[in-house]
């Protein structure tokens, strides 16, 4: 048998060569273990005491000593979130700073794919948040590419398609780019998947009111307090809006304000017939009633609207008093 140097060993000489190696192997292997879980300890203290350069640089450590180690997997995560925390967006431009957001991309991408394939429910969560702060580094104050960000978006919709928080980020991103068609259709699937989320009806309505249709704001709105008649609160959003649009819209005619104010009255009644100590209703239940004076004609009229709006501040300041006082 030919070997080392290219002179003969015999059988057992070999098979005690390869033990040897193989338990120096093993012991590096152990060694490398030790000193990854130790720089990984020393960089979460330095990562809760937001020294995110000491802490990049141990996380870094944790990372070479043992790449896949399970135990300290959420290395990639926190490496790049490090990373994220010292770029400065008002040095943008620096190339050693730019360096930083590049690398740290490159550690949520590893921490996405590494993270949320594994087993461990608390991996999971993190590698989910990798996506999220993937997304949030192509935005405007970072690199700038949303259209790097809108696959990474389109791949965690299908990964969980009943987060709505996910379709929120999208239909953003497309709506930053003037794509509103393309924003309206991923917050109508949101409401598709998740049809009983408060949430998914606000951010339609926030959407519409931002393009100016106001009339699709509202549609909006009342689904959602259909879902959700015994919420005052619902009622109340729908009043806030009414109160809005009849005072900031100069186009409106007189009839259109009127017939806006007296929509909002009804929602902020509902809301207070539900909830009679609610302070916001009766705030804004004051203001439209000041908006319906305004356009009424009669002085009588006029005179009982903001003497029932100074009732409805001067209760309304009561309960906050009270409850600022803890009684």
Not at 91 to 120: E, F, H, T
Not at 222 to 229: D, F, I, L, T
Not at 250 to 277: H, M, R
Request: proline share 4%.
């Amino acid at each position: 048998m030919r070997s080392v140097s290219g002179t003969s060993l015999p059988l057992a000489a070999v098979v005690a060569l390869a033990t040897t190696l193989s338990l120096a192997a093993t012991g590096c292997g152990q060694v490398n273990q030790l000193k990854g879980r130790k720089s990984y300890k020393d960089a979460n203290t330095a990562y809760q005491a937001q020294d995110y350069r000491k802490a990049a640089d141990l996380y870094k450590m944790t990372i070479e000593a043992d790449p896949d180690a399970k135990e300290t997997l959420p290395a990639y995560f926190f490496l790049a979130n490090s990373l994220d925390n010292l770029y400065k967006p008002s040095k943008k431009g620096d190339p050693a700073n730019d360096q930083l957001m590049q690398d740290a991309v490159s550690n949520y991408q590893i921490a996405a794919q590494k993270l949320g394939s594994s087993d461990n429910p608390d991996y999971k969560k993190l590698g989910h948040l990798s996506l999220q702060y993937l997304v949030a580094a192509y935005g405007a104050d970072k690199l700038n590419d949303p259209g790097k960000a809108e696959p990474v978006l389109q791949d965690m919709i299908r990964a969980d398609p009943g987060d709505p928080a996910n379709y929120f980020a999208l239909a953003r991103l497309y709506e930053d780019a003037g794509e509103y068609a393309e924003a309206e259709r991923i917050l109508l699937a949101a409401k598709d998947a998740k049809p009983n989320d408060a949430v998914v009806y606000t951010s339609l309505a926030s959407f519409y009111n931002r393009q100016g249709k106001f009339d699709k704001t509202i549609d909006a709105l009342e689904q959602r307090a259909a879902k959700e008649a015994n919420n005052p609160e619902a009622w109340q959003t729908i009043a806030v809006y009414y109160q809005d649009e009849a005072r900031k819209d100069t186009k409106l005619k007189e009839a259109e304000k009127k017939d806006y104010i007296q929509k909002g009255l009804t929602a902020v009644d509902k809301a207070l017939s539900i909830k009679p100590d609610y302070g916001d209703a009766m705030t804004y239940k004051g203001l439209l009633l000041r908006l319906a004076a305004n356009v009424e004609k009669d002085p009588a009229t006029q005179q009982k609207y903001l003497k029932e709006a100074k009732e409805l501040q001067d209760k309304s300041e009561e309960l906050r008093k009270k409850k600022a006082s803890g009684a």
